[in-house]
T-cell receptor, first 115, second 118 residues
Framework: DAEITQSPRHKITETGRQVTLACHQTWNHNNMFWYRQDLGHGLRLIHYSYGVQDTNKGEVSDGYSVSRSNTEDLPLTLESAASSQTSVYFC??????????????FGPGTRLTVL | AQTVTQSQPEMSVQEAETVTLSCTYDTSESDYYLFWYKQPPSRQMILVIRQEAYKQQNATENRFSVNFQKAAKSFSLKISDSQLGDAAMYFCAYRSAAGGTSYGKLTFGQGTILTVHP
């Protein structure tokens, strides 16, 4: 069955370190998204991609970067981790049909703690 | 930019009773989609129900139904015959039907924690 996976599921790091969170989907979806979830804010969009070599900034992109070298993967990099980036991170993917049935499928999330 | 507001941080319901979760949104667009997602303690995001803005008929999925009021920009979720497994965080979300840089992105509300009492 097609799926979307994230690794690691839990990560503890120190302030100033570079961290990369992996996202891999086997749906063959063109669209991929990264969100962060914080209490009182719901999920907020960090970066997104509509296809290979395409990346776009979302609502809260400062301090994060992504690259899309193939259809399946969209890794999220924290260039220099800050305590404000302690959060739960979700990756999602969707087809590019744009219609109502164009559902976003979410990964299981990565809980990141920056000390 | 669109915004989505869930004004109820927490709600509770007795098992087998009905509960309604509120959601309002702000947009200048006429064509869009609205969603309710469920997030149980496992953290997995599960799509509960979706509504196309151009459809006047309210969406229904088994025990879940919505009350979509386009003019009022309101999109509430009604859960009938509540079950213990319905306990979760519920998110309302908006997606534009436009193309370009708005394409495919979800804007979420803050979430409502639903507790179901036996």
């Amino acid at each position: 069955d097609a799926e979307i996976t994230q690794s690691p599921r839990h990560k503890i790091t120190e302030t100033g370190r570079q961290v990369t969170l992996a996202c891999h989907q086997t749906w063959n979806h063109n669209n991929m998204f990264w969100y962060r979830q914080d209490l009182g804010h719901g999920l907020r969009l960090i970066h997104y991609s509509y296809g290979v070599q395409d990346t776009n900034k979302g609502e809260v992109s400062d301090g994060y970067s992504v690259s899309r070298s193939n259809t399946e993967d969209l890794p999220l990099t924290l260039e220099s981790a800050a305590s404000s980036q302690t959060s739960v991170y979700f990756c999602a993917s969707s087809e590019s049909s744009g219609g109502a049935r164009d559902t976003q499928y979410f990964g299981p999330g990565t809980r990141l703690t920056v000390l | 930019a669109q915004t989505v507001t869930q004004s109820q941080p927490e709600m509770s319901v007795q098992e087998a009773e009905t509960v309604t979760l509120s959601c309002t949104y702000d947009t200048s667009e006429s064509d869009y989609y609205l969603f309710w997602y469920k997030q149980p303690p496992s953290r997995q995001m599960i799509l509960v129900i979706r509504q196309e803005a151009y459809k006047q008929q309210n969406a229904t999925e088994n025990r879940f139904s919505v009350n979509f009021q386009k003019a009022a920009k309101s999109f509430s979720l009604k859960i009938s015959d509540s079950q213990l497994g319905d306990a979760a965080m519920y998110f309302c979300a908006y997606r534009s039907a436009a193309g370009g840089t708005s394409y495919g992105k979800l804007t979420f509300g803050q979430g409502t924690i639903l507790t179901v009492h036996p």
